[in-house]
């Protein structure tokens, strides 16, 4: 794992570690695509470590088993598949719990310590969450619990509360740039359009540049500056929209909002912190409650393409009140 934005992250976890002031249970959270899942991996690699080192050595009979995934002494808790359906699932269940609950309470077998990680885990659902929390409240001795989430507000505040909180936070613009931009060829342009696809995340921009995605999110942003300036109608970008896929779609016109929204902050001179503005007259104050009313219609047509709504027509739409921003 090469993610320099992760290191601060790892000494802290090493210096807790070595004073033993790390708790049972850590809750892993930040934005997606900082490398949260391997991070925890590596932590839990750490942990169950026979050398006992700061970084796990690589080479011990624990750290062999890790890699091969036939540790006994560690467990992932992930979607799985559903016997049923054979689909994959989209919530944690409670069986996984009770079984990983078990499996905790068995003698080590291996290691000092034993260590599970669970990804993602705001999925779990209701009774997951209630089995999970009874073990929180009375942890076995020698286990540690790494939960790893993109969205912990979604998580019971019972347990975040017994959660010790290690927050990874996305670096900086000029270091992600420089990051990507080590041992490729990606041009400058397309890297800083890849980070505005993806709300700054270094892997999913990575990710997006190595599959050539990045040039159907040109394709977005072009359509939407020339709908702006009046350069073209809603008909034809329509057409230069239909073959994308809705979901990545939507994602864009939302990020789209969210940066003109901050736009009209910093013209207005209010912090964008969602608060209402305060008495203040001008072009910036008087158009963020629509945009950030259109960026919450691009939210949640998004996570409606599920349903039967007519999805050209919701399209047609938001695309029209673009256009209307600036023209008010």
């Not at 992930?78 to 068995?106: C, H, M, P, Y």
């Not at 629509?290 to 349903?307: E, F």
Request: proline share 5%; glycine share 4%.
């Amino acid at each position: 794992m090469n993610y320099p934005w992760l290191e601060e992250a790892q000494q802290q976890f090493a210096e807790r570690r070595a004073n033993a002031r790390l708790a049972h249970a850590c809750l892993i959270a930040g934005p997606r695509g900082l490398g949260k899942v391997e991070f925890a991996l590596q932590l839990a690699a750490d942990l169950l470590c026979l050398q006992q080192a700061p970084v796990a050595c690589g080479a011990c009979r624990s750290c062999r088993l890790l890699v091969s995934g036939a540790h006994p002494d560690f467990k992932l808790i992930t979607f799985e598949v559903n016997s049923k359906t054979d689909k994959l699932r989209t919530v944690l269940v409670v069986d996984q719990i009770r079984e990983l609950i078990a499996g905790l309470q068995l003698t080590r077998g291996l290691s000092p310590r034993k260590v599970a990680v669970i990804f993602p885990a705001e999925a779990m659902n209701p009774n997951a969450s209630n089995a999970l929390l009874k073990m929180l409240e009375e942890p076995p001795v020698d286990t540690f619990l790494l939960l790893v989430s993109h969205d912990p507000a979604r998580l019971p505040a019972t347990i975040r509360s017994r959660c010790q909180a290690v927050h990874l936070r996305l670096p900086d613009e000029q270091a992600a740039r420089e990051w990507i931009a080590a041992g490729h060829g990606y041009a400058a342009e397309s890297i800083a359009l890849a980070l505005q696809a993806t709300a700054g995340s270094p892997l999913e921009a990575r990710e997006m540049l190595a599959t050539g995605q990045v040039d159907q999110y040109r394709t977005v942003a072009v359509l939407l500056a020339r709908l702006a300036m009046s350069e073209t109608n809603v008909g034809e970008a329509l057409a230069a929209l239909a073959n994308l896929d809705p979901h990545d779609t939507w994602k864009w016109l939302s990020l789209a909002a969210a940066a003109k929204l901050r736009a009209c902050f910093e013209l207005s001179g209010e912090p964008a912190s969602g608060k209402k503005p305060q008495a203040r007259t001008g072009p910036g104050v008087s158009n963020s409650a629509r945009i950030a009313a259109l960026q919450n219609l691009a939210d949640r047509n998004r996570y409606s393409l599920s349903t039967s709504l007519h999805k050209d027509l919701l399209l047609r739409d938001w695309l029209i009140q673009w256009c209307r921003l600036d023209h008010a």
